[in-house]
């Protein structure tokens, strides 16, 4: 029942804010492109008869009514900010596989019982800002919008200064607003369903995720003069550490992943020894109690090191992102939508953050997943096939009518 | 005869310009800052009776008429410009010793034989713009003007343009003007004279450096969903890199030095695989020989971890300036000077690069080395003592009378 056309002429249109000459998308939370994205979004939906409310985080919500507006709301949610090096699909689809889902509705005249919201939240990247899923943990309680609007970028611009320049920063306060249901759609991002000839995968759960920041402390000398036993080289500490990292990684195989991602050397400068530096840390594993231990374990390595180079080290924990099963009924739901549309499905859980692991936290929520190129994703590269796209914006539209009359 | 407290003065002024928290200088190369000091030295020099000239890569010749001006000119020189962490002395006391030299001859009404020519040379740090002794280098025929001009920081501003946007393009052409000599007046930056005690170093030359630059291209890909097993991680591999570089240092003790001093990842985000990495190297040795082989080996180890680990890898040399012997005139003419000054000296080869490594291709040329606290540079707690500044400045006046006399 799915226009999948038009589904993919959405797609197309809005890859074109912020397209990348590889392809890709760039379009860093609370930029301009941001914005223009979110404009698209805003007009498209009231065309399509939504009523478009923003809150304090710059979360969107376009509301197409039900029979009975005193139900809580079937929500459709996911984003539409991207790595800098993000591709087309990521977060983008789940978002218009919403408005293609309420453009169906509204083609077939079909009204539900329940009002739906198609809801693009912001920051879920968590490029610009750390953490990932900023604001969908605000909508749940996880952070309050203080600590939101305190998040600086690494150029030190504040998250609540930038919402409120591209005049997102919405009058009605960020959660307090019971949703029924919570689904999301999204490309895997890993390689599994692809591996296996699945077009749907039903999503039960998110893996464990903590962040960490780490500042290391050494001396500025000359590179030419300052011989080697006097030197406090703080990149060649970090060095040292970022192998460590990848091998608590490799110890708890095949399921740990362990990623710097980002790293500021200073002073920058070809013939000074680094003085400082400052790198991040992502641990994971689907099981919170190894992913304890790969913590411990990575403090422990990283200690060591700075203690035989001489380094001064502060590590952080910035974010921990418990394992997260989704809600029983809204998965069996996904299932049967996927069956009664004749898909290929698996069980998965996801290695990704998503806004679902938040939202879970006070709505039944569950995910679909379909398959992307090599898993690649957080690459300019990330490809989707349309016929899986469309096969998965069908599973939603089932699953989400599905939730309704139950 | 030098006047050790106006020394002092014109050093602690001018350190106003471009003056850090932590008490250093950060004055880049062709910045508003560097115009400044350029403009305060330029008035200075007028002031003291010389005349001044700026050629077209930005070189200031500040010059003292002698009895015989067909006579070529005896220079000092040395350079303004800091690292992003420069200190106080750092090539500073090289040019504004070199203004003392010209007061004090004032104030005795001295008359040289040959005129006296005070230079501060543009971008000796190579911070900004790679490489080092870039405009002494182009002076000394090393460079051309339009390969120096080509040049670009990491923003990508070039040399050429900078000079120019700070009104230091001069019309004289860069080199083909003949020094009888040229001494240059440094701290140390190294820990020899302080850990000996001696006040003066007599410079016999420089050691050999190259830079190289390295670009590693891997994956993008997600830090949650990408196995471990599957990634490219650009930046996991220059962490081996690194370690390799300083393995191949410490194999060739204790006289070898190796730094990565800059490096940027790409797309430096929290949660996506590393996919390119840019990193420097500087390799250094006395023998130019061994700096061969030490280029050799980086070379096979960085090309070993990169097949190993899937990326691909592009190594320039970007610079090598080889080993340098300065004039034995000159070097005795400095002996002479410390010696009849009563100061504690010794011989000493550098281990960083400066001028006057380049205009030894053109002139008879040699260095005055004093100590500077614990040897660090690069660093803005760098420091010396007026002391040895003083002592620095009396035997570059001694020795530039005694070369004049012969
Ligand atoms: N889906 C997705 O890429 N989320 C970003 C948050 C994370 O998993 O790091
Ligand atoms: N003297 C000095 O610090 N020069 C910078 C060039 C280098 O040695 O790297």
Redesign the interface.
Do not use: F, K, Y
């Given at each position: 029942a799915i226009d999948g056309d038009r589904l993919w002429g959405t797609i197309m249109e809005t890859a074109r804010i912020g397209a990348t000459p590889k392809g890709g998308i760039c379009r860093l939370t609370l930029t301009d492109l941001d914005r223009q994205v979110r404009d698209w979004f805003r007009a498209a939906c009231t065309a399509a008869g939504c009523t478009v409310t923003v809150d304090a985080m710059g979360n969107i919500f376009a509301r197409r009514a039900g029979r009975d507006n005193s139900l809580k709301p079937i929500a459709i949610g996911s984003h539409l900010d991207t790595?800098?090096?993000g591709g087309k699909y990521d977060g983008i689809v789940g978002v218009l596989a919403g408005l293609e889902v309420l453009r169906t509705l509204n083609d077939h005249g079909v009204e539900t019982n329940a009002p739906i919201e198609v809801i693009d939240w912001t920051n879920e990247?968590?490029?610009r800002f750390?953490p990932?899923m900023l604001s969908s943990g605000v909508f749940a309680g996880v952070f309050d919008t203080a600590y939101a609007y305190a998040r600086q970028d690494r150029d030190g611009q504040g998250f609540g200064e930038a919402l409120d320049r591209i005049g997102y920063k919405g009058d009605r306060p960020c959660g307090g607003h019971a949703l029924g249901a919570h689904i999301e759609l999204h490309i895997?991002?890993?390689?599994i369903l692809e591996a296996e000839g699945k077009t749907i995968g039903v999503v039960t759960g998110v893996?464990g995720?903590r962040?960490y920041e780490v500042t290391l402390t050494g001396?500025?000398?000359?590179?030419?003069?300052?011989?080697?036993p006097?030197r406090r080289?703080a990149?060649?500490g970090?060095?040292?550490?970022?192998?460590a990292v990848?091998q608590v990684?490799?110890a708890h195989?095949?399921d740990?992943?362990?990623?710097?991602?980002?790293?500021?050397?200073?002073?920058?400068?070809?013939?000074?020894?680094?003085?400082s530096v400052f790198f991040?840390i992502?641990l994971?594993h689907p099981d919170d109690g190894v992913l304890a231990r790969m913590e411990a374990e990575t403090d422990r390595a990283l200690r060591a090191i700075a203690g035989a180079a001489g380094l001064g080290i502060a590590m952080e924990r910035v974010w921990d992102s418990p394992a997260v099963r989704f809600d029983a009924d809204c998965v069996a739901a996904v299932q049967r939508a996927a069956d009664a549309a004749g898909h290929a499905s698996r069980r998965i859980v996801?290695?990704?953050?998503h806004d679902s692991a938040y939202i879970a936290r006070v709505a039944p929520t569950t995910m679909i997943f379909v398959p992307c190129e090599k898993?690649?994703?957080?690459?300019?590269a990330e490809h989707a096939e349309k016929s899986d796209v469309v096969a998965g914006a069908d599973v939603l539209l089932r699953a989400v009518l599905d939730i309704d009359q139950r």
């Open positions: 790595q800098p090096t990247e968590g490029s750390a990932a895997e991002q890993g390689p893996q995720m962040w001396a500025e000398s000359h590179a030419g003069s300052t011989p080697m006097l080289d990149l060649l970090a060095a040292h550490m970022i192998a990848n990684a490799l195989a095949p740990a992943v362990a990623t710097v991602g980002l790293i500021e050397s200073r002073p920058n400068s070809r013939n000074v020894v680094p003085g991040t992502d994971r996801s290695g990704a953050g898993g690649l994703s957080h690459n300019e």
